[in-house]
């Protein structure tokens, strides 16, 4: 049976905390980001005090509840990590600490996380203003188990998220795997090789054909029986124009036979252009002439 905790506002919990320094323009100072979504926070940069316009700033420090007054409601809120301790932030960011006797700061890292907390953040206010006050993260809501509850519901999150981060790796990994041996497999799929099939080669198959083919004396499938049909004794050039969608399935008919041309010379001796309108049947039939 799962236990039962008591649940505290944030305010029994941990404290309100302000500590401003006035910048000076020759140090380098930190500046932290906070991310969206519950997502913690990082380095946003390290300038010198000349470029920082507002000299008043807050100094953020480890282990610290750090909440952005603007961005809350979405997410804009995590424990401030090692490496930002000392780290400085403008008055519209509230800093927390909390009471190592009730709290551990791990657990309330972890909590700011769950869907429960940030329904309570999206829920204060108005919704025509997305900001919150420091005294509305004080009365937030908040499971309270014992000390040593809590640090064991922390490593076993920790625990969990370790084994999480490794499938991301792995997944990372097999991806990467995937893309580097993709076009390998797609060539050996249309080479046959890949399930042991005769591969196909277009060249090859029509080789035999070239000939006939481009002669304009055969038609019908290039890959069956092919019709032999005899050329007119009196067309004495004639060419057959193939449709590349009849090619590409395998049927080479000529176009519509009356728009072949001849240039046969008729008794007079001058050179003519004449359509013929003789389907292929009758060209079998009387392959003698026209």
């Not at 401003?20 to 300038?47: K, M, N, T």
């Not at 551990?104 to 329904?119: M, S």
């Not at 050329?231 to 399935?249: D, N, V």
Request: glycine share 6%; with cysteine.
């Amino acid at each position: 049976m799962s236990a039962v905790w008591p649940t505290v506002a944030l305010g029994e919990v941990i404290d309100h905390r302000k500590e401003f320094i006035i910048i000076d323009d020759v140090e380098i100072y930190r500046r932290p980001r906070v991310q969206l979504h519950a997502q913690g926070i990082i380095l946003r940069d390290a300038v010198p005090g000349a470029e920082i316009k507002t000299k008043k700033q807050q100094v953020a420090r480890e282990g610290e509840l750090l909440v952005a007054e603007i961005d809350a409601k979405v997410g804009g809120f995590g424990i401030v990590p090692n490496e930002l301790d000392g780290s400085i932030v403008s008055s519209h960011y509230f800093l927390y600490r909390h009471r190592p006797d009730r709290l551990d700061n791990r657990y309330l890292g972890w909590f700011v996380k769950t869907r429960a907390f940030r329904q309570q953040v999206e829920a204060q206010g108005s919704t025509n203003y997305a900001a919150i006050r420091a005294n509305d993260v004080l009365g937030y809501q908040i499971p309270l188990p014992p000390l040593p509850e809590q640090r064991r519901i922390v490593a076993r999150i920790e625990q969990l998220a370790a084994k999480v981060e490794e499938a991301r790796k792995f997944r990372t990994t097999a991806t990467d795997e995937v893309d580097a041996h993709w076009p390998a497999t797609l060539k050996l799929a249309f080479d046959g090789r890949l399930v042991g099939a005769v591969p196909f080669n277009a060249r090859q198959a029509l080789a035999p054909h070239a000939q006939a083919l481009h002669s304009g004396k055969f038609c019908g499938s290039a890959f069956g029986t092919a019709k032999r049909i005899a050329r007119p004794k009196r067309i004495a050039s004639c060419r057959f124009r193939y449709r590349k969608r009849k090619l590409a399935r395998g049927r080479w008919w000529p176009l519509d036979p009356g728009r072949m041309r001849s240039t046969a010379k008729p008794d007079n001796g001058k050179t003519t252009t004449n359509r013929s309108s003789r389907s292929p049947d009758e060209y079998q039939a009387d392959p003698a002439g026209v």
